[in-house]
């Protein structure tokens, strides 16, 4: 086969578009990925309130706004600030959008009584109740037309009347039929006027909405109700600027901010009939965290200030500085390849509290940052803690300002050949120890007793610190096994009484001892006892065994008692004539067995559809001469056993015209009962039948594509064809066109290297 020259041509071509297509994909994609990562500053460069920053945040984790600063390790001088993502704004708590997600705030308007001046129309209920003299309750809703009818009193035309209005005709009407309502105070027969269900009214919610569109809803509902009934305020709507139109007019723009700040409804205007809600898309978004009341991301207006932004976050800490830090986020019109796409501003409390804010910015709170100068002490000490350092303050002053350590009573809890002095280096921030022997420290040794500089720390260590914890382990059938500390004189009996004494069935007549040869061998025995009496009441019942002290390091065993066992027991339900739980007698003891014990089958049960649970799985029961069940398997403890009722029913369920219950008739196949229940359907998988059985099992087509014999009881499940998948005609066009034009290039190829 030839290529002609112009086609090896085109073919080129394709793949010359095809690679500047990807690589044009990939520099778009890459436009985002390449941008700077944030604002790289020396440490030099850094002025104090910058440094406060930093090292504030470096000893507490409380202020998240700016976690995003951190020290670069390739470089101890630098410090970068990272580039602000919207998605970090998402993990942040949004103001306000909860408000409208309380359901429960909706249960309200079921039980709000009917406002006087609410208009009735179509779909109205109105429920006339009458008592005294004549009693009478009807119910009736006001038509298309405004109008509703009662029983001997007509046709009454309600239309745009408000409730108030329509009670006064209505009552009208009704005493000109029935006269003992009239007189006043001499009335015999009452009558009162009431709502029943009331139509719902169409609101149209554009915007920012989480369910856009025209949606009915109650109608006492206010503009609050009715956004919590449109499912809420998506987080990209505006909570500020929420207009209200009606009759093509604006009526009213909500700034919920205020509601929440001052609690004033004023603003919480009743919704009517095709009221328009507009959400607009949120405006600037300000995030603010560290010392308020309450943290989070806001929205704020144009000439809102941080003073304003504070005041929405429920005002500052006790703890708060005056410092505020502010990461903000450059316009576009003021970025530049060569510089930072951030500003790092610093502000102080009050005097820049009317400072306007721009969309993006990250404002952190500084803690109060008290710069006191302290030195420690901890471990064998009255009190340990941090004391302030005042000039020339010496180790003894620190002892004498922890309580103490040379008194008598105390001096013996005391390591005295050593404490340690540690010394922080603050320009490497490396630690330097400075070893001290208390003894000669309390003789007066001046070379011990150094002089304090700030953050060092004293450690004084325990007497015991050289020594090693003795201890003893008892193990097995013992109610508390594990370690327990060695007494001076500490008995077998003492152990025994420590760890709570024996379990039921422990083998009291032998224990083992396993005890650690000071040689380095171990060592085995066994403390042999004729008889314990382990009441626990006395120590009398363990003085057999008084004698036997033990050592450190001592492992005692307690053995379960030979041949010693719990019940086993068995679960027996359904057609026998004694259920319930069995205890195993014999080992083995199998379903037969049980069966006889439990008083034999009754003449209801089903024999072959007995099902055994263990541990939470069937047992297959295989079959004698392919038609008694085999119950001859073993039992064992836990087991649970089932004989169900005789079922002359199959049920035929799936993809067949009439699915149901059919009669068993030992003679008919799997396809008889599923003609009997009206054959299958046009979606019914003749090769995909299942039969469930009785005892759990479930059989398909087997050799030579036969069904098995169908049971009393059994279940015949159709299920439906497999789905095909429709050809996608795109996807397979650019498959074969992807082959033919590698196999043209193939060909290309070929045809030049054998031209050559």
């Known amino acids: ?107 309200i308007l079921k039980n709000l009584p009917s406002p006087s001046n609410y208009r009735v129309g179509p779909g109205d209920e109105i429920i006339v109740t009458m008592w005294g003299d004549t009693e009478l309750r009807q119910k009736a809703v006001i038509n298309k037309d405004g109008k509703i009818y009662f029983e001997k009193i007509g046709l009454v035309s309600l239309i745009g009347l408000e409730f108030d209005k329509a009670k006064e005709i209505l009552k009208s009407r009704f005493e000109k039929v029935y006269s003992s309502l009239k007189g006043g105070k001499s009335a015999t027969t009452f009558l009162e006027i009431s709502l029943g269900k009331l139509k719902l009214i169409n609101i149209h919610f554009l915007g920012e909405i989480n369910n856009p569109g025209v949606i009915p809803i109650h109608p006492f509902s206010t503009i609050t109700t009715g956004i919590i009934q449109a499912g809420g305020i998506s ?142 002490i901890n471990g064998q000490v009255k009190m340990p803690g941090e004391y302030s350092i005042f000039e020339d303050m010496r180790v003894n002053d620190l002892l004498e300002l922890s309580g103490g350590i040379f008194d008598d009573n105390y001096w013996d809890l005391v390591f005295s050949s050593r404490a340690d002095l540690i010394r922080k280096d603050v320009k490497d921030l490396t630690s330097i120890i400075m070893p001290i022997n208390l003894e000669l420290l309390k003789k007066g040794d001046l070379n011990q007793n150094f002089i304090l500089e700030k953050n060092d720390s004293l450690i004084i260590y325990p007497s015991n610190i050289n020594s090693y914890k003795k201890v003893v382990t008892i193990i097995g059938e013992i109610r508390n096994p594990g370690e327990y500390a060695l007494d001076d004189n500490m008995g077998l009996n003492d152990l025994i009484l420590r760890s709570g004494g024996f379990k039921y069935g422990a083998y009291e007549k032998e224990i083992e001892i396993n005890r650690v040869d000071p040689f380095g061998q171990n060592s085995k025995f066994l403390l042999k006892v004729e008889k314990l009496n382990l009441s626990l009441k006395s120590p009398q019942d363990f003085i057999n065994i008084d004698k036997y002290k033990l050592k450190n390091r001592d492992q005692i065993i307690v053995r379960k008692y030979p041949n010693f066992q719990f019940q086993k027991n068995i679960i027996l339900s359904g057609e026998i004539k004694f259920p319930g739980v069995y205890a195993l007698e014999t080992e083995p003891e199998t379903i037969e067995m049980l069966f006889e014990r439990a008083g034999g089958l009754t003449p209801q049960s089903f024999v072959e559809g007995t099902q055994i649970i263990r541990d939470g799985k069937r047992v297959i029961l295989d079959r004698i001469n392919r038609k008694k069940v085999n119950l001859s398997i073993n039992l064992i403890a836990g087991d649970k056993i089932n004989i169900p009722k005789y079922n002359n029913i199959i049920e035929v369920v799936g993809e067949v015209n009439s699915p149901g219950l059919v009669q068993f008739k030992n003679n008919l196949s799997v396809m008889d009962y599923i003609e009997i229940a009206g054959q299958l359907t046009k979606n019914g998988d003749r090769k995909n039948i299942s039969i469930y059985y009785p005892n759990g099992e479930s059989k398909g087509r087997g050799i030579f594509n036969r069904f098995p014999k169908v049971s009393p009881g059994c279940k015949i499940v159709v299920y439906s064809k497999p789905e095909e998948l429709p050809l996608d005609k795109t996807t397979l066009f650019s498959d074969v066109t992807s082959v033919l034009i590698q196999s043209i290039s193939l060909l290309i190829m070929v045809e030049r290297i054998s031209g050559n």
Do not use: C
């Open 1 to 107: 086969m030839k290529i002609s020259l112009n086609n090896a041509r085109f073919v080129n071509l394709i793949f010359f578009i095809n690679i500047l297509i990807g690589q044009s994909i990939n520099s778009l994609s890459g436009t985002y990925k390449d941008l700077p990562n944030g604002l790289i500053k020396n440490s030099d460069q850094l002025g104090p309130d910058e440094k406060l920053l930093i090292k504030t945040q470096l000893q507490s984790n409380e202020i998240s706004g700016i976690s995003n600063l951190v020290m670069d390790e390739t470089s101890p001088s630098t410090i970068q600030v990272p580039k602000i993502l919207k998605t970090d704004l998402n993990k942040n708590f949004f103001y306000g959008y909860e408000f409208f997600t309380n359901s429960l705030t909706l249960d």
């Open 235 to 376: 987080k990209t709507g505006s909570l500020r600027k929420i207009k209200i139109i009606r009759e093509n007019k604006v009526i009213a723009e909500i700034d919920y901010y205020q509601y929440f700040k001052s609690g004033d409804i004023s603003e919480n205007i009743r919704l009517q009939n095709d009221d328009v809600i507009s959400i607009p898309i949120r405006a600037s978004t300000i995030h603010i965290d560290g010392m308020l009341k309450h943290p989070g991301t806001f929205e704020i207006l144009k000439n809102e200030t941080i003073g304003d932004l504070i005041s929405f976050a429920g005002g500052l800490e006790y703890n708060a500085d005056h410092k505020v830090n502010i990461v903000r986020t450059l316009p576009i019109e003021y970025r530049s390849e060569e510089e930072s796409y951030f500003k790092n501003i610093w502000l102080k409390l009050p005097e820049d509290k009317d400072e306007n804010l721009i969309d993006g910015d990250k404002i952190s709170i500084l803690p109060l940052f008290i710069n006191e100068e302290k030195v420690s």
